[in-house]
């Protein structure tokens, strides 16, 4: 007999995403110093975007296998919970080691260095990462996702406020140098990394330790009719291309949106710092140790703190705007803010003001998050739930290498070498996700 799953109190479910808190400072460090740091050793601009492929490419590979073998686990431990526990460990490792890269170098270049950890720090993120996306679909109802989705949402803003912000507040309280000698990162960037690792694990710890998974038994009391499909996986990772071949036509469509919206942020987190530096600072050509660059390097981590901290306020009003309209209306209003935010870029000297051009990045980052999950949970078995999170990752990733292997290509020869109209370009293609978004066929469930 069917049994109905229980609804959470408010505090379960901020406790089992928690550790996204975690994961998002570590990220968001990620995000806001690693051109500095691969800069800082010797790459050139036009070659950012071809060391950042690594967090696609592993991504692509890694997160279905984790959503796989993740839906068939289950230990003492639990059956996402393992998956959290060790990408845990070898996230906060990579933290340590990547602003350090430079203290290897009589293995290797330094650059080289920093690339392999840049992609051993994105293969352990993603290793986290996904089973927090299906723990949500596991332990709650479906009337309670959107809200699930949006408390994970506000948990990772607040990480990536502090991540982002971390180098300035450093640097500003606490007097920890901004700059270093030629190729060396400074000690700001270098403690903030310190930082991550600590928070990362503390959260992680805590996720763990205060949150209960349902045993197998329990899943198949809810669902029981999974248990009879007429479809039946085939065994081992060759289930993955079949499951990918039979995904729900909603996932399918939201694999447009995902591309507009992943190809914008992959060009804003690896173009941003060298634009602002060159347009609003004017730092010259492979000035990468000045006091200016290193302001530039700051600000922008102050920005992106910002656009975090909104999406993480904005992500507790998502429900709210749901119900008031529907799931595709919330989500291409707040993916239109943020292509006008990016555009706005390109009119504005002033660094304070940029603030404002974050404000609209920020309502598109929250929903980003939150809202393509909540349309998509409703669409999937539960028996498949990780490895179909696994699999829609794949849509992250996809842009994200295309841009990868194009981007720097497009700034070199198409926009002369100036990474402003990377993020133009950025702007422009959140708005394209804004309109395709209206084409998703949603149950449109006023979930909360």
Known sequence: MKQD???????AIWNMSMGFLGIQFGFALQNGNASRILQTFGADVEHLSLFWLAAPLTGIIVQPIIGYYSDRTWNRLGRRKPYFLVGAILTALALVLLPN????AALLPPIFIGAGMLMILDASINVAMEPFRALVGDNLPDAQRSTGFSVQTFLIGLGA???????????HYFGVAKTDDPGVVPKNVIYSFYAGALVLTATILWTIFTTKEYSPEAMRRFYPEEENKGFQPKRGLGAIFSDFVHMPTAMRQLGLVQFFSWFALFSMWVFTSPAIAAYVYHVPAGDTSSNTYADASNWVGTMFSVYNGVSAVYALALPWL?????????????????????????FIQNPHLLILSMIGVGLAWGSILA???AILSSTLPPRKMGVYMGIFNFFITFPQIVNGIFGGLIVKHLYNG????????????????AVSVLYVKDKEEKLA
């Open 5 to 11: 799953k229980p609804r959470l109190s408010k505090a």
């Open 101 to 104: 890269a430079g203290v290897m």
């Open 161 to 171: 406020v502090m991540g982002s912000a971390m180098p300035y507040l450093l640097n």
């Open 322 to 346: 749901v119900r008031l309209t529907n799931r595709k209306i919330t989500h291409a209003f707040s993916l239109t803010a943020g292509g006008l935010g990016l555009i706005s870029i390109y």
């Open 371 to 373: 809202m393509p999950y």
């Open 418 to 433: 100036h990474p402003i109209y990377a993020v133009i370009m950025a702007g422009v293609f959140m708005l394209l996700a």
